[in-house]
């Protein structure tokens, strides 16, 4: 009988040292989720941080296009209208010098 409480006593240190250690690498497990946990968090921070400059270079990319767009547009359009001016100065220098009328434009 003392044999049997012995072999008891040592099959219950035996559990308790198992239930320690599982809880010691249960407590590691936990401590190692949350610090993946944060580290995530962290990286989705500055995912959404890049993102949003990405968006503000963007829209100032789009900005400054627009503009340089609408300049050069401008500038056609002033360069057409003088060279429209010359084409009917010549035409009407060449009517003039001919004697005969200009002839009608088509669009």
């Given at each position: 009988?003392?044999?049997?409480?012995?072999?008891?006593?040592?099959?219950?240190?035996?559990?308790?040292?198992?239930?320690a250690?599982?809880?010691?690498?249960?407590?590691?497990?936990?401590?190692?989720?949350?610090?993946?946990?944060?580290?995530?968090?962290?990286?989705?921070?500055?995912?959404?941080?890049?993102?949003?400059?990405?968006?503000?270079?963007?829209?100032?990319?789009?900005?400054?296009?627009?503009?340089?767009?609408?300049?050069?547009?401008?500038?056609?359009?002033?360069?057409?209208?003088?060279?429209?001016?010359?084409?009917?100065?010549?035409?009407?220098?060449?009517?003039?010098?001919?004697g005969?009328?200009?002839?009608?434009?088509?669009?």
């Amino acid at each position: 009988e003392r044999e049997a409480a012995e072999r008891e006593a040592a099959s219950d240190a035996r559990d308790a040292e198992r239930v320690a250690a599982a809880e010691a690498r249960l407590s590691e497990a936990k401590r190692a989720f949350a610090a993946a946990e944060e580290s995530a968090r962290h990286g989705q921070e500055d995912a959404e941080a890049r993102a949003a400059e990405i968006v503000a270079e963007a829209v100032l990319c789009e900005e400054r296009v627009t503009r340089e767009t609408e300049r050069i547009l401008r500038e056609h359009g002033e360069r057409w209208d003088e060279v429209r001016a010359h084409m009917d100065h010549v035409r009407s220098s060449l009517a003039a010098l001919t004697g005969r009328a200009p002839a009608e434009e088509t669009p």
